[in-house]
């Protein structure tokens, strides 16, 4: 085992150049064509050194709210799906995603050194150094004389960074037919593991008002902006109402001049829930805003969007996975904890569907969503080795950890969403 381990050390420049090279292909959400382009690179690594099947899938777009209400359809990038031994008795579903939260016109493109050890760079830690990671273990686990123990799927998404609206009933399908999952999101910034996840939704909200001239004939108009600006300090009075449930307006527009009184108006929100009750409660009370404003005369307030994320909380199955990876990585030398975040990503969506699952098994780095994004390159080499380690122990007693693997998992697509 030892020597399997030690081998990934060797792979160390490798893996750095491979992350540069991922890092510099932009492959924000909506940029379909970057997206596209890193997940053709990972396809064909996958299968030429796993020979593994290869599916990929494409995904419906994303829809988005104008000021106006109109819809507008993104294509979003394609999913992939990489599978080996589906006949083995435990299966494991490993999950990445190709995306990241940087669009071609950011002015993030490039991978700087700070210094030796810390490469600078959009994506390199959140998450195409975890998708190496995923790579150079599952390469080194297939060298193991275990193999014939564990069967498993590499899912490749292209939308997490917006919510995974596209690729969230794929996720729960997939879900279904494995016993643990694993997911290669970067460590917390102490380099420890996410436990509890908050759950989240994005919600988009369009008023409709009524034009007049501002001098002239103010009287005949119906202010859009007012009604919102009313409904944001309603949905911001919900915020310490309910523990562990946050609500929070990131985005507003609406009006074209300021000689006219606005007919249109748009905010979009986010929420985030504490326990699966949350989510009722919230639609509750934003039904109860959406009304009292649409008693207003010539006022039409509609809402949009969904939870897309239910709160990921921690059962037995997921505690046994915890310490299993923990112990890993303490005989490599790194004890590790978990902890709460509020920050939800596809751990949740795995929870969701019944699958227990660990999803920081990425690189350790920092400053993610930031042009100061950065990993620590050695651990490209310890989270590979880690990685590899937990996959030999769950082949080493399969028995332990197959589970009876329950159907009809909730599925999840909605509409749209935002930051995770
Ligand atoms: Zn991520």
Known sequence: MNALLNSIIERQTSLTESLIELALINSGTLNKAGVD???????KAFQERLNCTHKQIQLPPYIMYGTNGNETKQPLGNLHLLSKRPEAPLQILLTGHLDT?????????????LDNRTLGGPGVSDMKGGLLVMLEA?????????TKHLGWTVLLNPDEEIGSPGSASIIAQQAAHHDLGMIYEPALPNGQLAGERKGSGNFTVVVKGVAAHAGREHHLGRNAICALAEFITEVDKLNGQREGVTLNVGIVNGGVTTNQVPDQARCRFNIRTRISDDEQWCKLQLQRIQQQINLKKDISLSLHGDFGRPP??????????????????KQLGTPLVWEATGGCCDGNNLTAAGLPNVDTLGVLGGKIHSS??????????????LSTLILLQLAKQPDRWIRHRKQAPRATAQEQSDET
């Open 37 to 43: 382009n890193i997940g053709a690179i990972l396809a």
């Open 101 to 113: 939260v940087f669009p071609p016109d950011s002015d993030f493109q490039q991978c700087d050194w």
């Open 372 to 385: 100061q994004e950065f990993i620590e390159i050695e651990s490209l080499v310890h989270r590979a080795q």
């Open 138 to 146: 599952l390469s080194t686990f297939e060298r193991s004389s275990l």
């Open 312 to 329: 990921k909380s921690l059962d037995e199955a997921h505690l046994s996975l915890f310490q299993l990876v923990s112990d890993c990585s």
